[in-house]
């Protein structure tokens, strides 16, 4: 389930970005595409959203958390979740080539949004962000805020 979660997160990005071709418009997407994840989609309606997001936000950290991952990544477990961080650290390098730490950022932003989210929902005090319905936006500023100043330094 975890795998077809980013799977689905990946077309989803491949199909909203068709005809974007600013690097920021695409990471600012991006961005969007995984925190809105979390709510209800009618343009989806065999897929509930919400209840596999909150699988994927109590699960899957879970899923390489453990004494055995090392055995499942050289079989493959983690594909997909790789290729999602690899097709975001691409939009991070057309931003700027240079930058050192494209994958890292990737990963960092998919799993501060699912957090955050999951805190503003459960444990807020971790967290800067409301449950309301300005939630989405608020989480995708933050994000934005913490990792562009950081991929535009030194272009």
Same mark, same amino acid.
């Given at each position: 389930m975890i795998n077809w979660y980013w799977e689905w997160m990946s077309g989803r990005i491949d199909i909203h970005l068709l005809n974007i071709t600013d690097p920021k418009e695409k990471f600012r997407k991006v961005l969007? +595409? +995984?925190v809105d994840a979390? #709510? #209800?989609?009618t343009d989806t309606?065999?897929? =509930? !959203? =919400?209840?596999l997001h909150r /699988?994927? /936000? #109590? !699960?899957? $950290?879970?899923?390489? @958390? @453990?004494?055995? /991952? =090392?055995?499942e990544n050289n079989d493959g477990f983690f594909l997909s979740y790789k290729f999602i961080c690899a097709k975001i650290g691409e939009i991070i390098l057309e931003i700027n080539p240079q930058y050192q730490y494209p994958k890292s950022?990737? $990963?960092? +932003?998919? !799993?501060t949004a699912n957090n955050n989210i999951y805190f503003a929902k459960h444990l807020? #005090? +971790? $967290?800067d962000i409301s449950d309301s319905d300005e939630m989405d936006k608020d989480i995708v500023k933050m994000l934005e805020e913490i990792a562009l100043p950081s991929i535009l330094k030194n272009k």
């Open positions: 969007q +595409l +995984l979390a #709510r #209800r989609n309606p065999y897929i =509930d !959203e =919400d209840i /699988v994927i /936000v #109590r !699960e899957g $950290s879970k899923t390489y @958390h @453990h004494k055995l /991952v =090392d055995n950022t990737a $990963s960092m +932003l998919i !799993e807020p #005090r +971790l $967290s």
